[in-house]
């Protein structure tokens, strides 16, 4: 298996991960304790601590990121496209999603955490941008 196809399972992982270890514990801890009942999430009205609205927050960002990467990956597996520059790029991407996810979540939202959230997130762009473009020059060479 690839890196990037390592990369893939690797963040799939990592968007469960943030869905149990965060809004499922917070949600059945309450549930289970007595202090919520099931229907008392709804997902259009802010509810809840703040760094669980964060989670959330954060679940959603993996959830939107990740049909980007799967789609370069496939792309990259369809062309059976092999680089180190890849693997370096989709490696980069995962650590800078999981940083992402763990100062979103862990900190309170301050213009420095901010700003340092948003380098990280332009950092996986950049890195999908990149695979992309790498992929689509090996695909378009006669």
Known sequence: MT???WVL???AGWTLVVLLGTIGIYRWSRILT???KPNEFPADIPHGDDWYRRAMRS???CLENLPIYTAIVVVIVATDTRSPVLDILATLLL???IMQTIIH???KQSNMVV???FSLFFAQLICMI???IMVAMVVSKP
């Open 3 to 5: 890196i990037p196809l």
């Open 130 to 132: 990149g695979m992309g």
């Open 34 to 36: 007595g202090r919520a």
């Open 9 to 11: 399972l690797g963040f």
């Open 115 to 117: 700003g340092f959230r």
């Open 105 to 107: 979540i862990g900190f």
């Open 95 to 97: 650590v800078a999603r």
């Open 59 to 61: 679940h959603a960002n």
